[in-house]
């Protein structure tokens, strides 16, 4: 019943390019063949799991710098402010950042993407997976999410998807096992 809520993977003839023609993605942008409703994105909910995150450690350095003002006096409070703009625009910039985590299933591969200014894009070959990991936080687990993160042979791809409903996790770490297993069978 959980693999029911979870995208069917795309034809593999609806992405096939004809001998000498561009393939999808380069006339598409960097998304790859999916169209832009193939893409899925993470709960709304992980927005608090985000802003927690960041703000909390601004926050706790805001105060630390504003104790010894309070005791000595000094120019303490500068840097308190320092630290308060600092935490207003990572709060500002939190909401951007998470609509900006995405990721596709293809026939293939799994592609996640990520980033407003430094933009990341990776494609991780089912057969290339060796082990996908649930990590659940103590905030994400109040608000019932949890991240799934891809390990391979490569230790630069650590591809890591937050943000994702429990239930939708786990169904999606089984069915990316199952895809990951078959692909490797055919190597």
């Known amino acids: 019943m ?34 832009a409703e193939d893409w899925h994105g993470v709960s709304p909910k992980y927005l608090w799991v985000d802003l927690v995150a960041r703000l909390v450690p601004w926050l706790v350095i805001a105060v630390a710098l504003l104790l010894p003002q309070l005791t000595k006096g000094g120019w303490w409070w500068i840097g308190s402010i320092a630290a ?15 609509r900006s985590i995405r990721y596709l299933l293809r026939a293939d591969d799994l592609v996640f993407r990520r980033g407003i200014m430094w933009r990341r894009l990776v494609a991780v070959p089912y057969g290339r997976m060796q082990l996908i990991d649930i990590t659940r936080g103590p905030v994400a687990r109040m608000l019932g999410l949890a991240e799934l993160k891809f390990v391979t042979a490569a230790a630069s791809t650590g591809v890591i998807i937050p943000g994702l409903p429990e239930a939708e ?19």
């Open 169 to 187: 996790a786990e169904a999606l770490r089984d069915r990316l096992v199952a895809l990951a297993e078959s692909r490797r069978a055919g190597l």
């Open 84 to 98: 308060l703009v600092i935490a207003v625009l990572f709060g500002a910039f939190t909401p951007a950042r998470v």
């Open 2 to 35: 959980e693999q029911d809520r979870l995208p069917a993977l795309p034809d593999p003839s609806r992405t096939a390019v004809p001998a000498g023609a561009m393939p999808p993605f380069a006339a598409s942008g960097p998304a790859g063949a999916g169209a």
